[in-house]
């Protein structure tokens, strides 16, 4: 140990705790207590200071990730899907949706995926006779209030039947479902 302090003419640290190394009275860490020379560049660390700002700020930045990508989780996934089969030709139309439900802070939705599945008529003499289909209407729902709903309709073909102001047609299901699956509704009503 020497009576003079030691300097340093870079930012020298430690190696095992990262401690600023200048000005110090000995060669000795005080916060680890681990020797150093100061004539010998392996016994301390002139980079340590920043590789170890640089950890932490990696471990600040994926806690931060890791902050957000929870906040923006979804609360669960919403399903809908609808059915319009044809009591005259047995035509079938169904479509799904899956809906994830955005955190409540978030003002916009997720956006869902739809899947249409069309199974045609029994025969091909019973699509002759059957000119307008006359649809009956199965809906199940999850409810962006909690909850699961179903009812059922009846319409023909061509035939004026609206939901939240769309048209029911075998084209407009998806939007149908959309409909069904907005956070306002809390319920299925014509």
């Given at each position: 140990m020497s009576s003079q302090t030691l300097t340093f003419q870079n930012d020298a640290c430690c190696l095992t705790c990262g401690y600023l190394l200048r000005d110090l009275p000995t060669d000795t860490c005080p916060e680890c207590g681990r020797d150093f020379d100061p004539l010998d560049a392996a016994t301390f660390d002139i980079a340590g200071r920043s590789r170890k700002r640089r950890r932490v700020k990696q471990v600040f930045?994926?806690?931060?990730?890791?902050?957000?990508?929870?906040?923006?989780?979804?609360?669960?996934?919403?399903?809908?899907?609808?059915?319009?089969?044809?009591?005259v030709c047995g035509k079938m139309i169904a479509v799904k949706r899956w809906e994830a439900k955005a955190p409540r802070w978030i003002p916009v939705r997720y956006p869902g995926i739809n899947r249409t599945r069309t199974t045609p008529a029994r025969t091909a003499s019973s699509v002759a006779e059957c000119d307008k289909h006359s649809f009956k209407v199965a809906v199940r729902s999850d409810l962006p209030i909690g909850g699961r709903v179903a009812a059922s309709a009846s319409f023909v073909e061509g035939q004026n039947f609206t939901y939240n102001g769309v048209r029911v047609t075998p084209e407009t299901l998806p939007q149908v479902l959309r409909a069904l699956l907005a956070p306002g509704n809390n319920g299925i009503g014509p």
């Open positions: 930045l994926l806690i931060g990730l890791g902050l957000l990508l929870y906040a923006l989780l979804p609360r669960g996934i919403m399903r809908a899907n609808i059915n319009l089969t044809c009591s």
